[in-house]
């Protein structure tokens, strides 16, 4: 494996998209870390089922996501068009924690806040297919990431979901921001 260009090598986060997301493209999270262990990755674990795996390694992202990709569509019976991987390093986790809208996340009992992270588009690209409801959505632009706050008792408002009909939505992995926060302590713990 080639050593990552960003300096960055090590413990990883790879985000998959679109597995184990309303009873499609199952994905059995101690079958995922094998299928990983054996592609020689070392420190493979993995956080709730939706897709967050973290692995260490020299390689760089393009091709940890590559190959990640590949075993996937090996290993399990998926609509490869949904799949897709992204692979964070620490420094560009924190980027997006340490970058967030002020008071993004502060309030939970009155927002509901996600990272929106990009794969392969850039966020002004991204932001062509929101259409937030006022009042009720909100959105930044972010460095590889959208966020998104919706107003908690006014959700079922929200013009989030309308996202998923754009094509460009493919290009999309929604993180609650209480998980995109438990990833990155579990990334940036020694």
């Known amino acids: 494996m080639t050593g990552s260009p960003d300096g960055d090598a090590g413990l990883r986060l790879a985000l998959l998209r679109g597995i184990n997301v309303g009873g499609r493209n199952k994905v059995p999270m101690q079958a995922l870390r094998g299928h990983l262990e054996d592609l020689g990755y070392q420190q493979v674990s993995t956080y709730i089922a939706s897709g967050n795996v973290f692995l260490a390694s020299d390689a760089d992202a393009a091709t940890i996501g590559s190959s990640i990709e590949a075993a996937l569509s090996r290993h399990f019976d998926l609509d490869d068009e949904l799949v897709k991987v992204l692979v964070l390093g620490r ?19 009155l927002y509901h806040c996600d990272a929106i992270f990009l794969m392969g588009i850039e966020a002004e690209t991204a932001l062509q297919v929101f259409r937030p409801r006022e009042g009720v959505d909100r959105i930044w632009a972010g460095d590889g990431v959208i966020y998104s706050q919706r107003l908690s008792a006014e959700r079922t408002r929200s013009r989030l979901s309308a996202i998923t009909a754009s094509p460009l939505y493919k290009s999309m992995t929604i993180r609650s921001w209480k998980t995109t926060l438990k990833l990155w302590e579990m990334l940036s713990a020694p």
Not at 91 to 109: I, T
């Open 91 to 109: 420094a560009q986790l924190e980027s997006v924690v340490a970058h967030r809208p002020a008071d993004f996340g502060e309030q939970p009992e």
